[in-house]
């Protein structure tokens, strides 16, 4: 078929607006009532294709026909279920495994296709709501998920009981655990730039941050719990790094990088958190990783590449609140410069602490970025004096 593009007229152009519409993509002032192919129509449509994967050029060739017809199923209007060879797709399944993975079940990628995995995770659903787990889902499992979707709006239950249990946790940081994991190692440097006649790689830099961060943490009267040491034989894969924090029931992950690029002007300190680009996010893991972000920012000057939600193995199955920190560019000569200087990794740690500590405050405890300072709660508990 021939592609339908800007300048087009026609009933087809209507059913483009239409479903573009329903989508919220074209004003619903206007979207449904022509039948022109305008200007908005096309960057409706780049939006669309730029939200599906496809190859964005404004036009509704044979595979984005075939996505937005399937982008008319509303949720409910027919029984999903995991078909063979030709999988079911559309917005309902999306919706679903959206609604899904707010809950808490692993139903792998929001990506609108009822395959395996999101069937596996209907049938846990089904069976922990007391229906017959057959993985197909119907108006009663439909039921189920409304009435409980209404109560977990804004997060999955794991994440309201966690932000829970922080608020009532009490500010102190004496007696928490906190698992610190150095990125990379053993057969994997990570980024490594040679300068001159020294070699430095990601993998030695940001262990040797760790190693400063476990001291800081333990002066304060946290557990500290490193994923690997100095110079392990092998790397070990990042499922086995949020496994080994979940076995210890750590209750913050931090995970240390640096990053690289092949352009040197490239620097910079960015967090990330789990989350998915359809707004499903870890509540407690956005905050504490937008506190270590403008801690790090404020205390370092190092430039700000802001905070990022990822779907990453390493965030998604860590069960705490979970950050990656990427602590500047090795490849950056001021960013490198910086990381060398033992001093500079200090106020790095520090601004860590901070974070840390701060994510435990109450709200109106809470003190402004950069103040608090460090080294006073190390005096509280080497007093014996529990801040609180
Ligand atoms: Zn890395």
Not at 270 to 295: F, I, K, M, P, W
Not at 340 to 365: C, G, H, N, S, T
Request: net charge neutral; proline share 6%.
């Amino acid at each position: 078929m021939r592609p339908i593009r800007p300048g087009d007229q026609g009933p087809a152009v209507i059913e483009i607006r239409a479903v573009l519409t329903g989508l919220d993509l074209l004003s619903k002032a206007t979207g449904p009532y022509s039948d022109e192919f305008d200007a908005a129509t096309e960057r409706a449509v780049r939006a669309f294709q730029q939200s599906r994967g496809l190859s964005v050029d404004g036009r509704v060739g044979a595979e984005t026909w075939r996505a937005l017809d399937a982008a008319r199923w509303r949720l409910g209007a027919r029984t999903l279920y995991h078909a063979v060879p030709v999988p079911l797709t559309g917005e309902d399944v999306r919706s679903l495994q959206e609604r899904l993975l707010e809950m808490g079940y692993d139903a792998g990628r929001a990506d609108a296709i009822y395959g395996v995995r999101t069937s596996r995770a209907v049938a846990q659903f089904q069976r922990e709501v007391g229906l017959a787990p057959d993985g197909t889902c119907g108006p009663h499992t439909m039921g189920a998920l409304r009435r409980l979707g209404r109560k977990v709006v804004g997060g999955r239950p794991q994440w309201l009981r966690e932000s829970d249990a922080i608020r009532q946790s009490g500010p102190t940081l004496v007696g928490r655990t906190v698992v610190i994991d150095p990125g990379h190692g053993g057969t994997d440097p990570g980024v490594v730039v040679p300068d001159g006649p020294l070699r430095w790689t990601e993998a030695d830099l940001v262990h040797d941050l760790a190693s400063r961060l476990e001291g800081r943490f333990a002066a304060s009267g946290v557990r500290v719990q490193l994923t690997r040491g100095p110079a392990p034989e092998t790397c070990l894969p990042d499922i086995d790094r949020a496994q080994l924090a979940n076995s210890l029931g750590a209750d913050v992950f931090i995970s240390l990088h640096t990053d690289g690029h092949a352009n040197p002007d490239a620097e910079g300190v960015a967090t990330y958190h789990y989350g998915t680009d359809n707004g499903v996010t870890s509540a407690t893991g956005e905050r504490l990783a937008g506190l270590v972000q403008r801690e790090i920012v404020a205390r370092t000057g190092l430039r700000d590449c802001r905070t990022h939600a990822k779907a990453w193995d390493l965030l998604r199955l860590t069960r705490m609140p979970a950050v990656r920190i990427e602590v500047g560019y090795l490849t950056s000569p001021t960013d490198r410069a910086r990381l060398i200087d033992p001093r500079f990794r200090d106020k790095l740690v520090e601004a860590i602490v901070a974070a840390v500590q701060r994510m435990y405050l109450p709200v109106e405890r809470d003190v402004p970025t950069g103040s608090l300072d460090v080294s006073e709660l190390r005096a509280a508990v080497a007093a014996g004096n529990v801040v609180d």
